[in-house]
C-alpha cells in the first residue's frame, strides 16, 4: 500500500491567491482527517469525514477554508483566497472504521507570501 | 474545555538519559490514548497506543507509557534515549462519545545531545 498520499508537497502562494491541497486515502479506510500544524498552535483537526460526508468541521477557522470528499479516494482542502496566516504544513489522515490508529501522510508545507 | 496538555515544550537531555514525558487530558468517560513521533522533516508515526487492559502499554523503539485513569495522565517514558530519539512527541487522545476524531496535545520537542 503507497500510504496516505498527500500534494503538492510544497506551495508557495501569493496571498489572495487560491489553494488547493489534495489527498488519497489509503484504500478501505472510510475516515479522512485535515490536520493544519503551526509552531504557535500545533495539530489543529480542522475538519473529519466518515464514508465520504463531513462529520464535524468545527476547526476550520473561518468560511476562506472548504473541504470536500466527493468520493472514498479523494479529498481536497481549499483556501481561498489565502492569507500569509494560514501558511503551515497540512497534514491528511485517515484510519478504517475498525481500528482507531491514524495513518498521516507526508503533508503538504503552504508558505503564503 | 476539554483539551489535552502536553506540560514539557522542549526537552533537552543527554544520551542514555531518562525521559519522560507528561500528558493529561481533560475528557471524561472512556478514552483511547496514543503517542506519535514525527521525526525531523517528517510525518507523524504511531509510537504507541492504549485503548483498555493493562494499563502500562510498550511501543517501539523502547518507549512505553501509563495511563493513569485517576490522574487523567498518560505519560511517555524511556529508560535510555539515543541521540536518534531526537524528535516531537505528541500525545493524543480519542473520546468514545465524539466520534472519530482524534485530539492532539501541542507537542514537546526533544533534542538528544550525542
Known amino acids: 500500500d503507497a500510504g496516505v498520499i498527500q500534494s503538492p508537497r510544497h506551495e508557495v502562494t501569493e496571498m489572495g491567491q487560491e489553494v488547493t491541497l489534495r489527498c488519497k486515502p489509503i484504500s478501505g479506510h472510510d475516515y479522512l482527517f485535515w490536520y493544519r500544524q503551526t509552531m504557535m498552535r500545533g495539530l489543529e483537526l480542522l475538519i473529519y469525514?466518515?464514508?465520504?460526508?463531513?462529520?464535524?468541521d468545527s476547526g476550520m477557522p473561518e468560511d476562506r477554508f472548504s473541504a470536500k470528499m466527493p468520493n472514498a479516494s479523494f479529498s481536497t482542502l481549499k483556501i481561498q483566497p489565502s492569507e500569509p496566516r494560514d501558511s503551515a504544513v497540512y497534514f491528511c489522515a485517515t484510519r478504517g472504521s475498525r481500528a482507531n490508529v491514524l495513518t498521516f501522510g507526508a503533508g503538504s508545507r503552504l508558505t503564503v507570501l | 474545555a476539554q483539551s489535552v496538555s502536553q506540560h514539557n515544550h522542549h526537552v533537552i537531555l543527554s544520551e542514555a538519559a531518562s525521559l519522560e514525558l507528561g500528558c493529561n487530558y481533560s475528557?471524561?468517560?472512556?478514552?483511547?490514548l496514543f503517542w506519535y513521533v514525527q521525526y525531523p522533516g517528517q510525518h507523524l508515526q504511531l509510537l504507541l497506543k492504549y485503548f483498555s487492559g493493562d494499563p502500562l502499554v510498550k511501543g517501539i523503539k523502547g518507549f512505553e507509557a501509563e495511563f493513569i485513569k485517576s490522574k487523567f495522565s498518560f505519560n511517555l517514558r524511556k529508560p535510555s534515549v539515543q541521540w536518534s530519539d531526537t524528535a516531537e512527541y505528541f500525545c493524543?487522545?480519542?473520546?468514545?462519545?465524539?466520534?472519530?476524531?482524534?485530539?492532539f496535545g501541542q507537542g514537546t520537542e526533544l533534542s538528544v545531545k550525542p
Open positions: 475528557y471524561g468517560g472512556t478514552v483511547n
Open positions: 493524543a487522545v480519542n473520546v468514545h462519545n465524539q466520534g472519530g476524531k482524534l485530539i
Open positions: 469525514f466518515n464514508n465520504n460526508v463531513p462529520i464535524d
